[in-house]
């Protein structure tokens, strides 16, 4: 009897000191640490899976579970939120691209004669990767006293064929302009711009309209 009972506290002594060296384990081999998702505990703390996280990887990462990457943009909760001048679902898009080219364009001024058949551009700014520049808007060559010399700034609005231009002085001077413009691009047929736009010179104010199509 004696013994048996000395071989049951050797074994219990044995069992004590061998989990005593596992951080992970307990009295009689019993999980001393816990670790959800899929986790395993090593040296006393859970190694998580992908995507998981935590003391006990009890908390996930959606973007990184689904293997989300946001190439101009950051992650959260799955979704890509796209820097400045860039979209789509990964952010690899830029929103000024689809505008950029040249486009014979009709150009309607109240009060003012207005030519048919000219060029404006659209190209990007290098300084800057959201705005775009406009060039020959408002018909500077056959209105040297009211027109611009001066590039003109734009943005694209994100997820849209849309843009703004905002309020700005191109020339440094008094003559301002503001406005609104948009593309549409049709299979077969090609792309077309609408520009609607307000210049102002001192007293003077002049609404204007712009209709174009993309020719190269």
């Not at 101009?72 to 939120?81: A, F, L, M, P, S």
């Not at 060029?119 to 990767?129: A, Q, S, V, Y």
């Not at 997820?159 to 020339?171: A, E, H, L, R, V």
Request: glycine share 12%; charged share 20%.
């Amino acid at each position: 009897m004696t013994k048996k009972l000395l071989f049951l506290f050797a074994l219990i002594t044995a069992t004590f000191s061998f989990t005593s060296c596992d951080q992970c384990l307990g009295p009689l081999g019993k999980e001393k640490l816990e670790c959800s998702n899929g986790g395993t505990c090593n040296d006393g703390a859970c190694d998580c899976l992908k995507g998981y996280f935590g003391n006990t990887c009890d908390s996930s990462d959606v973007c990184e579970l689904r293997d989300v990457i946001c190439e101009k943009g950051n992650c959260d909760e799955g979704i890509c939120y796209c820097d400045a001048g860039y979209e789509g679902e990964t952010c690899n898009t830029e929103t000024r691209r689809k505008f950029i080219g040249i486009y014979n364009v009709t150009e309607s001024c109240l009060d003012l004669d207005t030519t048919w058949g000219y060029n404006i551009t659209i190209e990007e700014n290098f300084l800057n990767g959201a705005n775009m520049y406009i060039y020959n808007l408002f018909n500077y060559s056959h209105f040297p006293i009211n027109g611009y010399f001066s590039k003109i700034e734009a943005t694209g609005t994100p997820g849209t064929n849309d843009f703004t231009i905002f309020s700005q002085k191109p020339d440094g001077g008094e003559k301002s302009i503001v406005g609104t413009g948009s593309i549409n691009v049709v299979e077969g047929v090609g792309t077309t711009i609408h520009i609607d736009y307000t210049t102002t010179n001192g007293n003077k104010t002049y609404g204007c309209s712009l209709e174009g199509q993309l020719i190269q």
